[in-house]
């Protein structure tokens, strides 16, 4: 039997890439010259460059370069083997199917003197080629260790297939030393850990922009000049994509007028444009509101005009506040560059750069709503490529999974290298995941890259370790000045500014149902207040929307006309719709007149909202801070009874005593984990922070934030706490808890100081500690809570007990809300968000 290969002009030449259908074709020995082409222009771009020779420990020189650029000729060799190329046959066969990967692996086991027209005999020389190897085959994102023995060889075609991979593999060594006539004399930089690291994230970059057929167009038959054109279309493909120093420039000097219309910056950000470029690790320590975002695109332009970074990536808390910075940074992009690029939104599932959204179509190409396909938006279409932007606005979570032995770590790395890492918010309520910050942000600055951290409440054991500094006394830290700048040198004081600041009186009310929550919101709505409602766990928070609905239901937040509330438990879409909503009803420009938004951790941190009153539960103080910084955040008009901002903090009626025993509206420990768990476990520290607010009910913000902090999150002030109220034995159990976190972020850390080495199943790793829910998708046009197109839902890991994510959805009721039968269980989905209807046994 002789198998056809329609159309593709070289009969069963060994292919590279293969369209869907099987009837276009890209020639092996091309495609692999696209991606060897890739590599070359982006060592050849000089901050990609720098953080190569910085991975290496000295500078790469040209012998090194090529070799490692003849290496990713080799990448996809595995191709060669009848069991894969198989899959573009056309017709039947008996070839049974193989990945390349693995092929790859196996190929080398083929090995002789006369292999890759004599090409491999050059490739023995090298010492350490097994571990060039490892990076070779780790190119689609994670380490393929070698296959054991016993398997059967992919290297094997029946007589009746006009296939011959010998003949191919000729061909290929043929191109290898035509394209490469110094072969036999490269040879490689030594496989330190680091450079392989580095290599590993760029190989895999290169072979995603050399794959793309966009700028690599299929050439079935092979051409001995390819060569030369691979590296034309790299070059113009590098360009367009944003990976090149050309087209980055700024409309003038990097000063203060790129920035903003303002005649002069604020004290914190003159301090943070002040700061010398050198310091790689900066944090800014200032209060919400006094323009911390500013401050860090004028370090950017800076950075960028001294040649140091051409990229940024501005990392925030939670997915609301990105959606709302996006747009910002966008819309200041236009001011600082002659040819701005685009910000691209880094939230996974959702497609924008700039003000287009695209949408993937069934032959995965995307489809603009600009009708515009910009190749710079390349880097927006797949979540592994999001720190691959020039400049993107996204989760923090997305920098932690560069840090982590997870798929796609090193190219999110690699990539990141060329980029000032913006991190806002930064605080000390999670060690977990600091532990993978930190670790991520010292990677990065080890190849030369720039790390800006920016927080409003960080206190001084969580500063420590950012800086790997001790810990000062109480006393000693809490007399540390604020607002600050630090950095290797240490403490810079910022200047006080004149006329900023705010006043908050705090007054703590016991009771925290929903009707507690809803009366005190409505008493103040009804006073003509926009009041935001703050709980710590979901299902508070949709007591309260209930209750507030029940008496108030013009006054709640609404979308598409319908009243709802802000938490996670939406569908991607409706979140969306709701981040919108929220900033139109208490946002910076939003109509004066009563509102009531209520949500959860959702509405903490980053988001310019501008409420008269806060109602919020008991909290840590760094968080407490963060959530009272939406309060009076701009001068605008206020309702009487409203000209000083008001936060009533919610605490448990029965006392704290009861939470070293069992959690409660997520405070303290559950009683039925096998370990410490819950969401703000440090009872201590919350007593601590409920004794600042009966001590000093009026807080003058900024002035009073260094000392507040550190007086309920600093050891000595904990331990004193504890001893006072009885509590050290749970004490110790939390500080064992945080150490378990710390060292269970180890265990999953991608070390870059050790050698490559296979990566851990990646479910047992996450950016956040705790389980997680499955993912189910919805049938096609189905009305979500707000009765407009939802295609995805996420359910909480406890609820997915016993679910695969695979199930089929059945829409039994329509709404909103929505009644959602899978498997042996009904959700409902409606504008209180998912809640559970029970299971439904027939």
Known sequence: MTLEAPDIGCGLSAWGKCSPDRQNF??????????????????????????????????????????????????????????????????????????????????????????????????????????????????????????????????????????????????????????????AELLPPPASPRLVHFFCGLITLADWIGS??????????????????????????????????????????????????????????????????????????????????????????????????DALYFAVPTRAAA???????????????????????????QVKAGEASGARLPDFTMLWDDEKDLPARWAAEHAARFLASRVAVGAVDQVALGGLQVKYAHLRGTTLSRALLVIDEVHASDAYMTTIQTAMARDHISLGGHVMLMSATLGAVARAQWFEQPVGNYASEAAVPYPAIWTSRGVQPVEAEVGAGKTVHVRASAGWTGDDAARLATDMARQGARVLVIRNTVARAQETYAACRAQATDWLLQVNGIPTLHHGRFAAEDRARLDEAVEQAIGKGSPVGSRIVIGTQTLEQSLDLC????????????????????????RRPRPAGFEVARAVVLTPPDGLDGLTRRADNGLGAYSDGATLSGIYLDVPGLAATLDEIDARPVWHLPAMNRALVEAATHPEALEAVAERRGWQDYSQRVSGKRLGDRATARLGLLDRAQPLAEFPDDETLRTRLGEDGVVLRLPEDT??????????????????????????????????????????????????GLSRGGTDKG
């Not at 000729?73 to 595995?78: A, P, Q, T, V």
């Not at 296959?147 to 043929?174: H, N």
């Not at 709302?324 to 599932?349: K, S, T, Y």
Request: hydrophobic share 45%; net charge negative.
């Open 26 to 183: 890209h020639h092996l020995a091309h495609h692999s010259a696209d991606v060897a082409a890739a590599l070359l222009i982006l060592l050849d771009q000089p901050i990609i460059r720098r953080a190569a020779d910085a991975a290496l420990g000295r500078e790469l020189d040209e012998v090194e370069l090529r070799a490692l650029t003849a290496l990713a000729f080799l990448h996809d060799i595995g191709k060669l083997a009848p069991g894969f190329q198989a899959k573009g046959w056309v017709g039947q066969h008996n070839v049974p199917f193989r990945g390349h990967l693995e092929c790859g692996w196996l190929w080398t086991r083929t090995l002789d003197a006369q292999s890759l027209a004599g090409a491999a005999r050059h490739l023995a020389r090298w010492s350490e080629i097994r571990i060039w190897l490892l990076v070779l085959f780790a190119h689609h994102g994670r380490p393929v260790p070698a296959p054991g023995s016993g398997l059967a060889s992919p290297f094997y075609t029946p007589r009746d297939i006009a296939y011959d991979w010998k003949v191919e593999e000729e061909r290929m060594g043929e191109a290898l030393l035509a394209w490469f006539p110094d072969f």
């Open 212 to 309: 793309d057929q966009r700028a690599f167009p299929f050439e079935p038959t092979f051409r001995p000049d390819y060569w030369a054109t691979a590296q034309a279309r790299a070059v113009q493909r590098i360009r367009d994509i944003g990976f090149s120093r050309e087209g980055l420039s700024l409309r003038g000097s990097p000063g203060w007028a790129l920035i903003s219309d303002h005649a002069a910056p604020r004290p914190a950000q003159a301090a943070a444009g002040a700061m010398p470029l050198q310091e790689r690790l900066v944090l800014l320590e200032a209060e919400t509101g006094a323009g911390k975002t500013e401050a860090a695109l004028w370090r950017f332009v800076s950075l960028v005009a001294a040649g140091e970074v």
């Open 323 to 349: 959606r709302q910075l996006q747009r910002r940074v966008n819309d200041a992009l236009e001011r600082m560059f002659v040819d701005p690029p685009e910000a691209v939104l880094a939230i996974p599932g």
């Open 611 to 634: 409420a008269d009153l806060l109602i919020t539960d008991l909290c840590p103080m760094d968080v407490l801070l963060q959530r009272i910084g939406r309060l009076h955040r701009h």
């Open 783 to 832: 009305p979500g809570a707000f009765g407009l197109p939802v295609s995805v839902l996420a359910i909480p890991a406890r609820w997915s007990r016993g679910l695969t994510g695979e199930e089929e959805v059945v829409v039994e009721e329509s709404g909103p809300p929505l009644r959602l039968k899978l498997a042996d269980r009904v959700m409902i989905y409606g504008p209180a």
